[in-house]
Structure formats: structure tokens, C-alpha cells
């Protein structure tokens, strides 16, 4: 059974950071692509970054430069550093694991960014 589990979300101020991570288990880890996407409140889930599982990192145009994934195979683990956030940044984030068709979510980490 696949398992996929976000923490680090929390309360950041306006130009902060957060370090979010997403630990997935119950298929070979090294295989798969993985990524984010967030939702904030009255909007649709948008997507915000993907790591292949060659390490190549995509971005939604609204992060880049403020976003970066990164993966470490060895622990299983996928890491969203979020720098200089703003308050459009405030939503739910969701770790995914594999490609459409057969990916899994994870519960979703609340992430608001409020002075």
C-alpha cells in the first residue's frame, strides 16, 4: 500500500521561509516522479513544482526563484523550500507521488503565510 505523508507546514510571516517534506513508501521511491500542489481557499488545486526521478525540478511560474524541490532517495523523501513568501502563498499543500494515472496523494499540509 502506497503512503504518501507531508509535514512542516505552519505559520509564516511575509518574506519567510518554510521547509516542507514528503515521506512516500510502498513502491521502489527511486522510480517515481513527485511533486507539489497547493489549494488555497475558493480556488482549484494548482500545481506548484515536480522532481523526476532523474532529479529534473520543474516550477510554476509563480514560485520560481522563491521555490525549490529537491529528493533524497535514501531516506525517501522529497523537500519543498519555500523562500520569500507572500500571502497568495497561503493553501493546502499536497505531496504526490507517481505519474497520472497512478499517483498517490498525500493528506495535505496547511501552509499560511500572515503577519
Known amino acids: 500500500q502506497v503512503q504518501v505523508v507531508e509535514s512542516g507546514g505552519g505559520l509564516a510571516q511575509p518574506g519567510g521561509s518554510l521547509r516542507l517534506s514528503c515521506a512516500a513508501s510502498g513502491r521502489p521511491f527511486s522510480f517515481y516522479i513527485m511533486g507539489w500542489y497547493r489549494q488555497a481557499p475558493g480556488k482549484q488545486r494548482e500545481w506548484v513544482a515536480t522532481i523526476t526521478n532523474a532529479g529534473r525540478t520543474d516550477y510554476a511560474d509563480f514560485v520560481k526563484g522563491r521555490f525549490t524541490i529537491s529528493r533524497d532517495n535514501a531516506k525517501n523523501t522529497i523537500n519543498l523550500q519555500m523562500d520569500s513568501l507572500n500571502a497568495e502563498d497561503t493553501a493546502v499543500y499536497y505531496c504526490?507521488?507517481?505519474?497520472?494515472?497512478?499517483?498517490?496523494w498525500g493528506q495535505g499540509t496547511q501552509v499560511t503565510v500572515s503577519s
Open positions: 504526490y507521488q507517481g505519474p497520472p494515472g497512478s499517483r498517490s
